[in-house]
């Protein structure tokens, strides 16, 4: 076994490339291109969920195929992050990069061409793995190029760009979705993805620490890859196979196995995957649990949220997206806000005070009713931007300052594992609450209506069109009989709504707990070493 020694005790070491000359390598240009190349992946995030309703129009999709187009995603981003950081500490994070946002745009432009959901739900899994490629990179760059006291303001101004690009997405992707088609929002990241090229060519220098890893841990990837797809697998599973079944146990305890089967072997090996001693932070490994908390609440409850303003609302794309613009507008003015309090301030305060702001927002999300007006849920939305932001900022610069230098690829996707495994389980855990709500809420509600009994085949189609806002009334329904059937389907949906969204903030408090134990980086002046800025 070789010899661990913990973060703390890491000598600082800078990176043996030359400071940059020029526009080649400098700092604040290498975050603008790596920034370009991120609004990819954040822009596909939010048109993607503006898109679901027409896609499931169109190709004749279930609720299951839907969430597929999202989970098949998470899915691979989830497996991957971590080795693919790795790749960037072993091979450079410059060139992951650029092969991360060619594949990205690529798949993009083969989900553009599709006519199936099978196929649409394939290149999402691919578009997943290249990601996996981009974003650590991304973060492994930043760190690198920066010096400690600038590094901060970088990554808020990164989480900014990340927060524009997810604002611009839902009007973009509802104008894209309304007056040309659903497959113009994936061929969007076409120009984004060659502008990243281009300038990722002419501006982006390798930065690699002295003792970078120079061999690879493939049973280390084999195993937790194993587990990581057993864990996301039965979580994705989980609502279809019922959470106490035999195939959801067998595979939530075969990634257990997985995960025991790994530790051994990290502890063992000489260059491990992910390196043990890392966790030996423990601010690192509670920026790790709050990004999982944060993004349990985030991206399980955005998912409804779409089909909440679309389909109980009746909203365009368009409108939808607007009514979304004081979420992602909040989360670009509090990133940079965020970075220069952290900076002065250090993470925990910053941070525990946005989680509490996410539980209250949460909170207020879980009251809105079918009848919510703009301004009411416009309040809720801009506090959960408000609170969002700084832990994105904060949770990332505790995860990849508490590293050190020659493990920043592998930090930045222990960041990105952490947020993915995070959005699985909350999109798992939050729509089996939600569909458990709406199969306990409907019969009872449908009876008090006078509405004919359903026969159980009825009554599970029933249930899934509900689960996403949809009034299942056949064509040709006296217009009635079809205003009760609305009325009914819409208050059991927000029903569960509210459910999911009162549990999504009682996890932002759990969240807000954790945030006590974070505190600032002890490696963050590994990077950036001699670079003027």
């Known amino acids: 076994m070789t010899s661990e020694t913990t973060v703390a005790d890491t000598a600082p070491e800078p ?48 609720l299951a195929d839907v969430q597929w187009i999202t989970n098949g995603y998470l899915l691979a981003l989830a497996v991957a992050l971590i080795t693919a950081g790795k790749l960037g500490d072993r091979f450079g994070h410059r060139q992951t990069f650029l092969i991360g946002v060619v594949g990205f745009a690529a798949a993009s432009a083969a989900i553009g061409f599709s006519s199936d959901v099978a196929l649409v739900v394939g290149f999402r899994v691919l578009q997943g793995l290249c990601g996996a490629l981009l974003m650590p990179a991304a973060l492994g760059l930043l760190r690198a190029t920066f010096p400690a006291e600038k590094l901060n303001m970088a990554i808020g101004i990164w989480g900014a760009v990340i927060g524009a690009s997810t604002a611009a997405g839902p009007i973009v992707g509802g104008l894209l979705v309304e007056h040309v088609n659903w497959q113009s929002v994936f061929f969007i990241n076409l120009p984004v993805g060659i502008l990243a090229l281009v300038l990722g060519l002419v501006l982006l220098v390798d930065h690699r620490a002295e003792n970078a890893p120079r061999s690879f841990d493939l049973p280390g990837i084999v195993l937790l890859s194993g587990a990581m797809f057993c864990l996301i697998w039965a979580l994705i599973k989980a609502t279809d196979w019922q959470w106490g079944s035999s195939k959801t146990l067998g595979f939530l305890g075969l990634a257990a196995v997985l995960f025991v089967v790994f530790v051994f072997w990290e502890n063992k090996t000489r260059e491990p995957l992910l390196p043990l001693s890392i966790f030996r932070s423990v601010p690192l490994s509670a920026g790790t649990v709050l990004m999982v908390l944060m993004a349990f609440g985030f991206m399980g409850g955005l998912f409804f949220v779409t089909f909440y303003l679309q389909n109980v609302h009746g909203m365009t794309p368009v409108n939808s997206g607007l009514h979304l613009l004081p979420l992602t507008a909040t989360m670009i003015v509090s990133s940079p806000i965020a970075g220069a309090l952290i900076t002065k301030l250090g993470p925990r305060v910053p941070l525990v005070g946005a989680m509490a702001l996410t539980a209250v927002a949460m909170f207020g999300l879980s009251r809105l009713e079918v009848g919510t007006g703009t301004l009411e849920m416009s309040v809720w939305f801009a506090l959960l ?11 990332t610069e505790v995860i990849v300052g508490n590293a050190p230098l020659e493990h920043a690829g592998v930090a930045g996707g222990l960041q990105q594992a952490a947020m993915q495994v995070g959005g699985s389980l909350g999109t798992a855990v939050l ?28 009554a599970s189609k029933a249930s899934d069109a509900v689960a996403v806002g949809i009034t299942p009334a056949p064509k040709g329904t006296p ?50 070493g001699g670079v003027h800025i």
């Open 479 to 528: 217009p009635e009989i079809l205003g009760k059937i609305t009325s009914v389907a819409h208050d059991t949906f927000v029903s569960g709504m509210g459910l999911a969204f009162t549990v999504a903030s009682v996890v932002s408090v759990a969240a807000a707990l954790v945030a006590v134990l974070t505190k600032r980086g002890d490696n963050a002046e590994a990077g950036g």
């Open 385 to 395: 931007g408000f609170g969002l932001g700084p832990v994105m900022v904060g949770a």
């Open 431 to 458: 729509g089996a609450i939600m569909a458990g709500k709406v199969d306990d809420t409907l019969p009872d509600k449908w009876a008090e209506a006078g509405l004919p009994p359903m026969k159980p085949e009825q």
């Open 15 to 62: 990176p043996i490339s030359d400071p940059p000359k020029g526009l080649r390598g400098h700092p604040w240009l290498t975050l603008f291109t790596v920034a370009i190349g991120v609004t990819m992946v954040a822009l596909d995030g939010t048109i993607v969920a503006i898109a679901n309703p027409a896609i499931q129009k169109d190709l004749g999709a279930s």
